[in-house]
Every structure is written in structure tokens, then in C-alpha cells.
């Protein structure tokens, strides 16, 4: 997310904008075919599916079939695939609410991008392909918290496990949320109020860092989150909190350049500022009443 504005800007600069294309296709293709060759299976159904094929073989016998094989056509396979994140959002009340708080997160994301280019490249005067480097800031962050929620996200799900006599639930992988969520705000505060041509360039480069903190700290354990509450579809689960974030990704940057044209830049971040504040408390919640909705409203798919 920080590497590729930095390395896009240099690379549409002075090779033109279709390289950057042909460059990441030139790193991930290679990177897909060894993840092919060299990554284990971990999906129980298609282990399942896979030692039922090679027992046929070995046996000779045709009758053969995985407790969790899915005898369906392909295109109802797909039709499934497709329909199955929809569910967990119209059916499961903890799933929905976790993907509308995760989107309401990152969509601050997509609106603060908006307005780098213009802020470093009409307030500071950065050429195009400096104008990536804010984004370091970001990266640190995002940096700094993936390393402390590796760290530190186990072994507070532990602790928590032993306390409730050895019971683990999955709202636990909530707890170190509520560290990370009130950086967001103080991020889009100073930055708000800093981006401006008579505060060094500096400053609000440096706000970035507490925002990609806090934002990491959020994304990450709530994703675990859905894994852990719904490990038999935890595919489905996760997508339908992507397909959720990126209808929000997609819909607000639209809105960002009306809502930062009437407010400014200092009022139109307070305003995202505001929106995270009031969105701080959420974990908690979930960490309250997050496990009764879940076994409330259990999802069958």
C-alpha cells in the first residue's frame, strides 16, 4: 500500500503509465507460479476431495466420495461461490456490523488518499513522482503495527482463553483493537491541521504514521476475527467483509472531492477525524455483546 504510490510515481514519471502495469505483472506472475508449486493445501474439503481421487486410483473403486465433496455442477459451484458472502451479510448481524465498521474504517483511507496529490503536489510543490514518498509515513505504521499485533495478538487471545477457564471465543481476537483504534483520529486531527504551506512538509508526512498504526492494528484481528467465528466458511466469511469494503471504497471517494471543495482540507479531515472518534468505542462493543449476536444468529449456509 506505501511501495506502490512510491514506486508507481518514479515509474509512470519516466517510463510511462503502462509500465507500471508490465512491471506488476512481471512480479506477480513469477511470485503465482512458485506460490502454485511450493504452497501446501489447507482446505479440508479439497485435501478430502484429493485423497478421495488417489483411493479410487489405488483401489479401483468408483463409489468412492468425500464426506465434504460438493456434488455440484461447476457453474452452480460458482453461482454459489458468488452468492454465499451475500448471505453473511443479510443473515449473520456480527458479520455485517464487523464489515460495515471495517469499511467505514478504510474508507477514510480512500478519501485521504484523495487529497495527497493535491496537497503535496499543489501546497508543497513535489513533482509527480515525489509525491509517492508521503506515503511513506503510512507504510511505517502499517509496519509497526503488524509487528506488535504478531507479537502480542496470541498471547493476549491466550491469556484471555485461560481466564475464561480455558474457553477460547472469538471476540477475544477483538482485544488489542481497542489500543489501536483512537490513532486514526489523532492521525486525520494533525494532519488536518498541518497540511498547509506554512507548516514544513514534514509534519503531516509524519501524521501518517500514527493513522497506518492504528488502521493495521484495526484490519487485522478483525479479519481473524471472521476466520475464527466462522471457521467452517471462513472464505465466505472474509469475502463478504471485502465485498462490503470495497462497495465503500469504490462509493466515498466520489463524495471526497464535493465534501473537501465546500469544507476545505482542515474541516473535511476533521470531519473524518469525528467519524473515527465515534467509531472508536465499536471493539468494545463487540467485545461485549459481539459473541451473543454471533450464537444468536448462527449462519447455515
Known amino acids: 500500500m506505501a511501495i506502490g504510490p512510491i514506486a508507481g510515481g518514479f515509474i509512470s514519471q519516466y517510463l510511462g503509465w503502462r509500465w507500471a502495469y508490465w512491471i506488476l505483472l512481471m512480479g506477480s506472475g513469477p511470485l503465482n507460479i512458485v506460490m502454485i508449486i511450493f504452497m501446501h493445501e489447507s482446505n479440508h474439503s479439497t485435501i478430502l476431495e484429493k485423497k478421495t481421487r488417489r483411493l479410487k486410483q489405488q483401489l479401483g473403486r468408483d463409489d468412492l466420495h468425500s464426506q465434504l465433496e460438493m456434488r455440484l455442477p461447476p457453474r452452480q459451484v460458482l453461482a454459489r461461490s458468488i452468492v454465499r458472502p451475500a448471505k453473511f451479510l443479510f443473515r449473520s448481524p456480527i458479520a455485517f456490523l464487523i464489515s460495515i465498521y471495517v469499511s467505514l474504517v478504510y474508507s477514510t483511507l480512500y478519501l485521504l488518499f484523495t487529497t495527497i496529490p493535491d496537497v503535496f503536489q499543489n501546497t508543497y510543490r513535489f513533482q509527480i513522482q515525489y509525491t509517492g514518498l508521503a506515503y511513506l509515513g503510512l507504510g511505517l505504521g502499517m509496519f509497526i503495527a503488524l509487528g506488535l499485533v504478531v507479537k502480542f495478538n496470541d498471547r493476549t487471545v491466550l491469556a484471555m482463553r485461560d481466564r475464561n477457564g480455558g474457553i477460547f471465543e472469538p471476540e477475544m481476537r477483538l482485544a488489542t483493537t481497542i489500543y489501536f483504534a483512537p490513532f486514526m483520529p489523532l492521525s486525520l486531527f494533525i494532519y488536518a491541521w498541518t497540511a498547509r504551506a506554512s507548516v514544513h512538509w514534514i509534519v503531516p508526512c509524519l501524521s501518517f504514521i500514527p493513522y497506518g498504526f492504528g488502521l493495521l492494528g484495526i484490519f487485522v484481528p478483525c479479519q481473524t476475527y471472521m476466520v475464527d467465528a466462522f471457521l467452517d466458511t471462513a472464505a465466505s466469511a472474509v469475502a463478504a467483509l471485502v ?15 464535493i465534501m473537501y471543495e465546500r469544507l476545505g482540507l482542515g474541516w473535511g ?33
Open 243 to 257: 465485498c462490503m469494503r470495497c462497495i465503500f471504497g469504490a462509493l466515498l471517494p466520489l463524495v471526497g472531492p
Open 269 to 301: 479531515n476533521t470531519v473524518l477525524g469525528f467519524v473515527t472518534v465515534l467509531v472508536t468505542p465499536v471493539p468494545f462493543a463487540f467485545m461485549k455483546w459481539g459473541g451473543a449476536v454471533r450464537k444468536r444468529y448462527p449462519v447455515k449456509l
